[in-house]
């Protein structure tokens, strides 16, 4: 039986859809070929998180709770379950040896933005603020695990058919796109960074908040450095300004919970079957709660957008610069995603998109020159 307990009543968007932009390569992820996606059964009507008034035709934001059904979650009850569920996971406290990195970089360019959003609105096109989606170029308010799995993507390594997506930006009514494949991190969020396995196929969540406070925002476990640009940082909101120059962009860094339950690839809140890192008792390592005992890879947007000068008309389509939250969908093909899990992060090395530390060139690059397994 599913759990019915009240889950927090913790509020999110992010959603896709439409015009490629071709911004990017498109590659074709290994795998079998992507299904379209299913169309949505019908169920329950629910109130959720709706767009910025003036984009999505909806105003305001309520308790995000997933009533309808898909192929993903075919009683349309928020749950899907992992198959298999990870059980009998026990917390690594282990302190491996020291490595100040233990990452790799899954780079990808937008390929096309639209008021929709396949975790928080699944099955209805329209119904979310606006997106900017990166990686697989098909996401949309239909899309499933199936249907990403094997498709095309922006991102630099074929086999990344996963989607990422994160309310767009404006300056004024125009929209601000990131130009250029933008640094998506896979990281280690523990200490003991041997310990950490590569996502489930089909694992999903919601990183932020938009309904969240300045306030909340800035003391977000995920908040890394804000908005910044030029030499203004840590900002909560967006600068007043930012230095009229070719080479200043608007960017922002926020990390990912890392620590699963093992159970759920999503739940109705869409954040709850996620957990960050806590620090061990007595020491400065940070480790998996007893809850969510299996560690994965901790993702941080890195994320530029080209605009600066007056920065007084600059907005999410979500609202204020605290707003800011994103969505990751994974699709990985799964030899390549455990070969850079293994090689870069459990090999505590400071991989690039191919797997390849330039200070530890003995340890050799896990993809060829075509960013694909050899």
Request: glycine fraction near 10%; charged fraction near 15%; hydrophobic fraction near 30%.
């Amino acid at each position: 039986m599913r759990p019915r307990s009240k889950l927090p009543a913790l509020l999110l968007g992010t959603a896709l859809l439409a015009s490629v932009l071709g911004v990017g390569t498109v590659a074709t992820a290994a795998g079998p070929a992507a299904t379209p996606a299913a169309p949505a059964a019908s169920a329950a009507g629910h109130s959720g998180h709706s767009g910025h008034s003036g984009h999505s035709g909806h105003s305001g934001h309520t308790t995000a709770v997933s009533t309808r059904a898909s192929a993903d979650d075919p009683d349309g009850d928020g749950y899907i379950p992992a198959v298999p569920q990870v059980t009998g996971v026990t917390p690594s406290t282990a302190t491996p040896p020291p490595r100040y990195h233990k990452e790799f970089q899954a780079n990808c360019s937008v390929t096309h933005t639209a008021p929709d959003d396949p975790i928080i609105y699944p099955g209805q096109p329209g119904k979310s603020h606006d997106h900017t989606f990166m990686g697989n170029t098909t996401t949309n308010a239909g899309s499933t695990t199936a249907s990403l799995y094997g498709g095309n993507t922006t991102c630099n390594a074929p086999a990344d058919a996963s989607a990422y997506w994160m309310p767009s930006l404006y300056n004024g009514d125009k929209k601000i796109l990131p130009v250029g494949p933008q640094v998506i991190y896979y990281k280690s969020g523990i200490t003991d960074y041997t310990s950490v396995r590569p996502f489930p196929r089909g694992l999903r969540y919601v990183v932020g908040d938009p309904l969240q406070s300045a306030q909340q925002f800035r003391a977000h476990k995920g908040f890394v450095e804000g908005w910044e640009c030029g030499d203004s940082f840590f900002n909560v909101d967006f600068p007043a300004t930012c230095p009229s120059r070719p080479d200043v962009q608007l960017n922002i860094r926020f990390q990912a919970p890392s620590c699963w339950d093992g159970k759920y690839l999503d739940i109705p809140d869409h954040k709850s079957h996620m957990a960050y890192p806590v620090v061990k008792p007595g020491t400065n390592d940070n480790m998996c709660p007893a809850s969510h005992p299996v560690a994965l890879p901790m993702i941080e947007f890195k994320m530029a957008f080209p605009v600066n000068g007056d920065m007084s008309q600059v907005r999410l389509a979500s609202g204020r610069g605290y707003s800011f939250h994103y969505d990751f969908f994974n699709a990985w093909e799964e030899r390549t995603l455990k070969a850079l899990v293994d090689h870069c992060i459990v090999g505590g090395l400071q991989c690039d998109t191919r797997g390849y530390d330039q200070n530890h060139p003995e340890r050799g690059a896990v993809l060829n020159a075509d960013h694909r397994l050899p």
